[in-house]
């Protein structure tokens, strides 16, 4: 039989392929804007037809329609990481919550969830029966290497891209052809306080370096600090629109790696058309399996390798809290703590984790005494080097606890500085900052009530 025979006796519609799957089954299924919408679709339409089937799934970009009251008995969705639409479920214990370290997730899958089922989004064949996963190779792929049955939504908007992201399709054991467009992550515009972050992160960031950038504000100013900037590399768990520009323009061109010279290597592709067009079929870029993008012992071969990651709120011994608030879930720890790792064992390496120094529009520190009672620490202290806010950088790593507390207070917001003073005083049983210190950080906090009258004025 040729590749052509094989696809074709294989291809049948959602509400065939759905009924391999049994009451009681694992189903893991691809994320982000890899998502299998299509057959997801089929499943929640017949869902009367199922019973206790677990739903696997790590980042959706659109809702989560297994939660709804009418699915209870029928679908448990055991998510890897909290989004808008299961946040609030995953809290009142209605949705499962898996944590994991990124790199990990392709193991904790396969060795400890073991699901029967994957669902995964493709492109078309090419001319010697290939199919490509297109954005999202993550976990996705090595699914379905062990998993007894593989449904694939065959889609022509899938960027056909390189790297360990193909597959025939006769590793495949149901094909449905259903064309959507894929969900976006397009850019917002970037605010000025994510401007000076940027600006911040940026000056830590040589010509050469290898970078690790997310999604989001904050990478997108990064980006954009860095046209001075020469011979970047690019190694990351997923990236956003904000990189095309600087790829296109050679800014990033890997040409100082150690590994995969010459080439953007991603887990996914978290942007919009912009993105996708440029992934299609471009060699330069390769998609890899997350656990080995992620694996910081392969981070650690490049050689200067910066990582940026977020967080939520930091307290003055630099435990860092990025997925949590309080016991509520808000997101999960994702990569940050696999590039923090691979960036400090790189030679060369630097770890940077940035934020706006407040939330709740300003009503709020996100650098505190205590992290919220709670909260899950993200990154360990030991494992923390730079902290970034608007107001400038804290290098944490080989200080004391004093000078890690001094350099935390110096970069929060203004408003709060006198009362994280005072919990230092309390803690340390001493002044932490000379009478000529404390005058200068007096007038900043003077200056920025002024700025505030003036503005509401």
């Given at each position: 039989?040729?590749?052509?025979?094989?696809?074709?006796?294989?291809?049948?519609?959602?509400?065939?392929?759905?009924?391999?799957?049994?009451?009681?089954?694992?189903?893991?299924?691809?994320?982000?804007?890899?998502?299998?919408?299509?057959?997801?679709?089929?499943?929640?339409?017949?869902?009367?037809?199922?019973?206790?089937?677990?739903?696997?799934?790590?980042?959706?970009?659109?809702?989560?329609?297994?939660?709804?009251?009418?699915?209870?008995?029928?679908?448990?969705?055991?998510?890897?990481?909290?989004?808008?639409?299961?946040?609030?479920?995953?809290?009142?214990?209605?949705?499962?919550?898996?944590?994991?370290?990124?790199?990990?997730?392709?193991?904790?899958?396969?060795?400890?969830?073991?699901?029967?089922?994957?669902?995964?989004?493709?492109?078309?064949?090419?001319?010697?029966?290939?199919?490509?996963?297109?954005?999202?190779?993550?976990?996705?792929?090595?699914?379905?290497?062990?998993?007894?049955?593989?449904?694939?939504?065959?889609?022509?908007?899938?960027?056909?891209?390189?790297?360990?992201?193909?597959?025939?399709?006769?590793?495949?054991?149901?094909?449905?052809?259903?064309?959507?467009?894929?969900?976006?992550?397009?850019?917002?515009?970037?605010?000025?306080?994510?401007?000076?972050?940027?600006?911040?992160?940026?000056?830590?960031?040589?010509?050469?370096?290898?970078?690790?950038?997310?999604?989001?504000?904050?990478?997108?100013?990064?980006?954009?600090?860095?046209?001075?900037?020469?011979?970047?590399?690019?190694?990351?768990?997923?990236?956003?629109?904000?990189?095309?520009?600087?790829?296109?323009?050679?800014?990033?061109?890997?040409?100082?790696?150690?590994?995969?010279?010459?080439?953007?290597?991603?887990?996914?592709?978290?942007?919009?058309?912009k993105l996708n067009d440029y992934i299609n079929n471009n060699p330069s870029v390769e998609l890899h399996p997350i656990d080995y993008v992620n694996n910081p012992a392969e981070i650690a071969k490049n050689n200067n390798v910066v990582s940026i990651n977020s967080c939520l709120q930091v307290d003055l011994l630099g435990q860092v809290v990025s997925d949590t608030v309080g016991l509520n879930q808000f997101s999960a720890v994702g990569g940050q703590v696999d590039f923090v790792r691979g960036a400090t064992m790189s030679k060369g390496g630097r770890s940077i984790i940035a934020m706006p120094s407040t939330a709740k529009k300003g009503l709020i520190s996100r650098i505190v005494p205590l992290i919220t009672e709670g909260s899950a620490v993200t990154t360990p202290r030991n494992d923390v080097n730079f902290v970034v806010t608007e107001f400038g950088i804290a290098q944490l790593k080989g200080k004391t606890l004093k000078e890690r507390a001094k350099a935390l207070i110096k970069i929060a917001h203004p408003t709060f500085r006198p009362h994280l003073i005072l919990e230092y005083k309390k803690r340390f049983n001493e002044e932490p900052f000379t009478r000529e210190e404390l005058k200068v950080m007096l007038g900043e906090v003077k200056e920025h009530i002024f700025d505030n009258i003036r503005n509401h004025n």
């Open positions: 039989m040729t590749w052509k025979d094989i696809y074709e006796s294989k291809l049948v519609t959602a509400e065939e392929a759905i009924k391999a799957i049994n009451n009681g089954d694992k189903v893991v299924t691809g994320m982000g804007c890899g998502e299998p919408f299509g057959i997801q679709r089929a499943l929640i339409e017949n869902y009367q037809q199922f019973e206790n089937v677990e739903i696997v799934n790590m980042l959706t970009l659109g809702d989560s329609p297994w939660l709804r009251p009418e699915m209870k008995g029928h679908f448990i969705l055991n998510c890897l990481f909290a989004s808008h639409s299961n946040r609030k479920e995953i809290s009142n214990g209605k949705c499962e919550f898996t944590t994991s370290h990124f790199y990990e997730i392709p193991d904790v899958i396969k060795n400890y969830i073991c699901p029967r089922v994957s669902i995964v989004m493709v492109s078309p064949p090419d001319e010697h029966g290939y199919v490509s996963f297109g954005t999202t190779v993550d976990y996705t792929r090595g699914t379905t290497d062990y998993c007894e049955i593989v449904i694939a939504q065959v889609n022509k908007y899938v960027p056909r891209t390189f790297g360990n992201c193909i597959k025939h399709v006769r590793d495949f054991t149901y094909f449905v052809e259903i064309d959507e467009p894929l969900p976006e992550v397009k850019g917002i515009e970037i605010s000025n306080t994510e401007m000076e972050i940027g600006k911040h992160c940026a000056s830590l960031i040589n010509d050469g370096d290898c970078l690790q950038l997310g999604i989001g504000g904050i990478p997108n100013a990064v980006c954009a600090q860095l046209w001075d900037k020469k011979d970047l590399g690019l190694h990351s768990e997923l990236v956003g629109d904000g990189v095309v520009d600087l790829l296109e323009a050679g800014i990033i061109n890997n040409k100082k790696k150690q590994t995969h010279i010459g080439r953007t290597v991603l887990g996914a592709a978290f942007g919009s058309s």
